[in-house]
């Protein structure tokens, strides 16, 4: 457990197992830590429980887009990121396996100073239920090393994932949709024939089958990338252990609601959505910004009503549903095993290769700097090649 406020000692009251706080958040994710530290800024005081002692210690590579980096230097914390965990990156490419390059991606086409991707490399409480009094929740029950304790606030919001406890506790209902595929996941240290000093692989297998992957041994994976993408055989001869690989498994999540009178959904609690838009964790840090808005004024009013706090999902659902929308279309297209649909698919993405107009639109899309689809329907036909566009060399930033 964590507290964050500028004058915590003087402002968190505990006594016997009781925490007094205004805002309690349950999980130190990216949405929970960066809503706290926004908080925090504005003298809020803030409690955050989160499962894990530390912060994870194996690989877990994060993608970090422009809107989730403008969040960090919103909040001063963008140029202390530790050179040695942090790898900028500019380009994308888009092969078709046997090793075809369909599309490339550049992201210093994007405005500056956010004209980049970041790739990231990375307190024992548990949360028991929610406190709830005259159809308001008012706090949470927690355990921790020290025993059961209780935190009253005037807003709790679950920032706990997309199997959230929280969003449970609030009976909130959810349709939870597991992908079949999940990402293998690795970093790998290119060597001089290679323009780029590193390269992030993702590997997508079949959900519950990375032991068997393991099994079939570090050789095989590296001959099953090889066909795929011969021109990176000697990359991927660079994977020596499993200790430089991950599997995230991946799932999308949808709910009627993320408010309740005391309580608020943020991040992967109230919309997780498949890794293809990578965008998960960036709408949980705008979730973050967007809630810290909206809460000073919440506690200066003293309303904490769900009426309040939907103002906070009026703003932040439009663009979650449609990035939801469009990671769906991806993962139905982009992992299809049906030869016509795989045709169209590379049909689309050499389009973008050429289209400048259209690859932009999908750039800040994936960026974070849209809020409405990156293709109407006109553009969906002339990315299939039906029909001509005469604007094609448009740039739209």
Known sequence: MSVSSHEKQHHVQMNKGM????????????????????????????????????????????????????VLDRLGVLSSLPADATLPVRHFHFCRAGGMRLCSIDYGDLPAPYNRAIVTLHYGTSFIGLILEDDRIVGLSMKGRDGPATIRAKVVVGADGAFSKVREALKIPVDLHLYRDGYLVALLESDDQISESFYYVLYMIPKDLMEAVKQHGIPALQQTWSRIAPPFTRLFRNLHDWSQVAYLPTGRVRTPRWVANGAVLIGDAAHAMNPHASQGRMQAMVDAMALSDLLPSCLADQDYSAARLSAFERARRPQVTMLQHLTDQQVFYWNTGNPVVAFIRDRVFQTLDRNARLRDQVLSTTAGLRTVSPFSGIDRVIAAWLF??????????
């Open 19 to 70: 925490i007094e706080t205004d805002v309690a958040i349950v999980g130190a994710g990216g949405g929970g830590a960066v809503l706290a530290l926004a908080l925090a800024k504005q003298n809020i005081h803030t409690v955050v429980v989160d499962q894990a002692v530390s912060p994870p210690n194996s690989l877990r590579g994060e993608i970090l887009q422009p809107n989730g980096q403008h």
């Open 388 to 397: 001509p566009d005469i604007r094609s060399h448009e740039r739209s930033q």
